[in-house]
């Protein structure tokens, strides 16, 4: 039930109750990953991933099956789904419908493509145009493939801006989550 002061929902509510015109002005609240992304590939909205979304937006994907379309859009997997609204409005009168209109993108796993890199984003970078750009991933996620894990029951301990443990868990045969 508690959730880190400086992950998304909670800095929008900061937003809503502290400077609501500001709050209102803003169009679009974006992680910073996938800010970058969105820079490079372009688009009217920012490709979301789901490695952050699910980390500092209370995204579920199993909450996003339950209600979310093919596009897989954001705002299906937050805070429970089809019940986002209703809980947010739970925590502020207005807040739940007034942020989830803020929360565009489709939710697109760790790696997954999440466009090309336009003209802009290809000089940016001296690469070319129409080079593949995957979606954001959390730099202590990014240390597990990095560290050259991949099965089940490896532990790995990243360190940068926090130490992370991280373990990758096996899929129940159910297809459940192994995490309860």
Not at 25 to 31: K, P, Q
Not at 40 to 69: D, F, N, Q
Not at 82 to 101: C, D, H, I, N, Q
Request: hydrophobic share 45%; net charge negative.
């Amino acid at each position: 039930g508690v959730i880190g002061s400086e992950w998304l929902l909670p800095k929008a509510l900061e937003v809503f109750d502290e400077d609501r015109a500001i709050f209102d002005a803003t169009e679009v609240f974006v992680e910073a990953g996938d800010w970058f992304v969105w820079q490079l590939v372009g688009g009217e909205a920012p490709p979301r991933s789901t490695c952050m979304a699910g980390y500092k937006s209370c995204w579920s994907a199993e909450a996003a099956r339950i209600g979310g379309g093919a596009q897989r859009e954001m705002r299906d997997g937050m805070c429970g789904g089809a019940m986002a609204e209703r809980f947010l409005e739970g925590v502020r009168p207005g807040f739940g419908s007034a942020l989830l209109e803020k929360l565009p993108g489709a939710a697109l796993a760790p790696g997954e493509k999440a466009g090309e890199l336009t003209e802009a984003g290809a000089s940016l970078l001296g690469l070319r145009p129409g080079t593949a750009v995957a979606s954001a991933i959390i730099d202590a996620h990014s240390g597990v493939p990095g560290a050259g894990v991949g099965q089940a029951g490896t532990l790995v301990m990243t360190m940068g801006t926090s130490g992370c443990y991280m373990l990758n868990a096996a899929v129940p045969a159910d297809g459940r989550s192994p995490v309860s």
